[in-house]
């Protein structure tokens, strides 16, 4: 009976061992109080945070104001800091402390948040890859950067969100736990500006939860118009000068594309797997296709407004029309063909909803529940940043992208495809690219294939596989949706294309946390599915 009880509080003792462990550094020498923060952009933090204390404004050299950093993390610092007069090396000894309570905390959450389906032992295994993993712990628990509190909050917005998907909010309301949800968003935003592709495709999923369209269909409408803007341009200008000069251009393009041809289908009534019951279809992808047509011409417009000089391609905005109507029609018919089992994915669909027929009122709600806090909050910290320093967005991120216009060395844009998707080493996804890396290069060196044919090979090898496994029955599709796998996914996706596929250079390795979490939520699943 004891031993069960042991067992059944070990992601505690786990949780505990490992607080305790990185607290101690707090305990132990100067020198291994600095050697813990190893990455020298800390000291921009602790800097600023030591100047504001003292009555210098939120600047890095007392002099010049400087908005190169993350709202809430700095936050945090402000107070910290505030007892360096009392002893330098306070504030540095607490940061450590409190650096390894938000790691252990976000290892915990994640184990509630696997623990809601998959058995306990393999909730376990992931807990442990999170608490003990060397890279992820020098990422989370050390550093000194956002990175603890951007976990904390990242594992705590995915816990709420997988309880909301339970119809168990919290214990409050079902709107009322929403709200709770989009607060948690908030924060998560404010941790790390760039989660707001992950914060916009959750709260789309949840807010669509309740409405009788299919989230799945809506979300992956989004991905197809959005990611088919920057298929066009590659397509048409491969890595050249042109392309990353059109990438102010691109970018606007991808925004425009996510709202106007996924809203043009909706309004269509295309946003259901049942469409063809109550119609005929060839008339009904006739209607779709004019739909997506009159989206492009409104793209069009946009861009012609925003950009009256030029600086766009009008090659890749008819492209990017075909394009779409070809894949987004063409994943409908596919659908009714092989009637695969969407359904179960999305019980609440029903049939086909045409603008004038459909309930705005709960999708209104949910959608205020959700958006109102992260958009208010980041609304607030905009506004702020500009009258402060006359500039909205951090001015770090501004000088990276000018880094990309010539190779430098912080870096250089993307060359091959590799690169272009993150699939490099040391890359966004090296949790599981780096192995397939070395293993094709172990085989190649023998067998004295083409570049990375193989990897190329095992990576689709490794895609079927896992679909095949998430896929095979309705339990592991049912994981699927209390989990957000696909706007999780699908925002994380987006969250490496900012980064990737419009030149960004001087990317670090805590940039990729949001990659890495998915990866080990994904790997439980699979793991609960064999």
Request: glycine share 8%.
């Amino acid at each position: 009976m004891k031993r069960n009880k042991l067992f059944d509080k070990v992601e505690w003792w786990l949780v505990a061992f490992v607080f305790l462990l990185g607290a101690s550094i707090a305990l132990r020498s100067q020198t291994a109080l600095i050697r813990f923060f190893s990455i020298d952009d800390a000291y921009y933090y602790f800097q600023t945070a030591r100047n504001f204390v003292n009555g210098n404004g939120i600047s890095f050299d007392g002099i010049a104001r400087a908005n190169g950093y993350h709202p809430l993390w700095m936050l945090v610092c402000f107070p910290v800091f505030a007892l360096a007069n009392l002893n330098i090396w306070l504030p540095l000894r607490i940061l450590v402390v409190i650096q390894s309570a938000l790691h252990a905390s976000s290892g915990l959450f994640l184990f509630k948040t696997l623990r809601l389906h998959p058995s306990k032992p393999v909730s376990l295994v992931l807990l442990s890859l999170w608490l003990f993993g060397v890279n992820i712990y020098r990422v989370s628990g050390m550093m000194g950067l956002e990175t603890g509190i951007n976990a904390f909050f990242m594992t705590l917005l995915l816990y709420a969100a997988a309880r909301y998907e339970q119809g168990e909010p919290l214990k409050l309301g079902r709107l009322s736990g929403l709200w709770l949800v989009g607060i948690l968003a908030a924060l998560t935003l404010l941790s790390r500006l760039d989660n707001i592709f992950l914060v916009g495709f959750l709260g789309i999923w949840l807010a669509l939860k309740r409405s009788s369209l299919d989230r799945w269909l809506v979300i992956v409408d989004i991905l197809l118009s959005s990611g088919l803007v920057v298929f066009a341009h590659l397509f048409l200008f491969r890595f050249g000068d042109t392309y990353f000069n059109l990438v102010p251009a691109m970018k606007f393009m991808v925004v425009l594309a996510a709202l106007t041809h996924p809203l043009a289908l909706l309004m269509m009534g295309a946003s259901n797997r049942d469409w063809f019951k109550n119609s005929k279809s060839w008339w009904t992808l006739l209607k779709w296709s004019v739909g997506s047509l009159v989206a492009s011409i409104i793209m069009y417009v946009g861009i012609v407004l925003r950009l009256p000089n030029g600086g766009y391609s009008r090659a890749t905005i008819l492209l990017h029309g075909l394009l779409f109507i070809v894949t987004a029609l063409g994943l409908r018919s596919i659908l009714y063909l092989t009637q695969r089992p969407i359904a179960e994915l999305n019980p609440e669909a029903k049939k086909p909803i045409f603008l004038a027929n459909f309930s705005w009122q709960p999708l209104i709600k949910d959608t205020l529940a959700f958006f109102v806090p992260p958009a208010g909050s980041l609304g607030a910290f905009l506004l702020f940043n500009r009258i402060y320093f006359s500039a909205m967005m951090p001015l770090s991120g501004k000088i990276k992208e000018w880094w990309s216009s010539l190779d430098t060395v912080y870096g250089r844009r993307p060359g091959s495809y590799l690169t272009f998707f993150g699939l490099h080493r040391n890359g966004p996804w090296r949790f599981f690219t780096d192995p397939l890396h070395d293993l094709s290069d172990w085989l190649n060196s023998y067998l004295h294939l083409a570049p990375n044919l193989l990897f190329y090979t095992f990576l689709f090898l490794l895609g079927i596989t896992v679909a095949a496994i998430l896929l095979h029955n309705k339990t592991s599709r049912h994981h699927l949706t209390q989990f957000a796998i696909l706007p999780l996914s699908v925002g994380i996706l987006f969250h490496t294309g900012y980064y990737m596929m419009t030149g960004y250079v001087g990317y670090r390795e805590w940039y990729w946390l949001s990659q890495t979490l998915l990866g080990l939520i994904i790997l439980g699943l699979l793991l609960a599915a064999l």
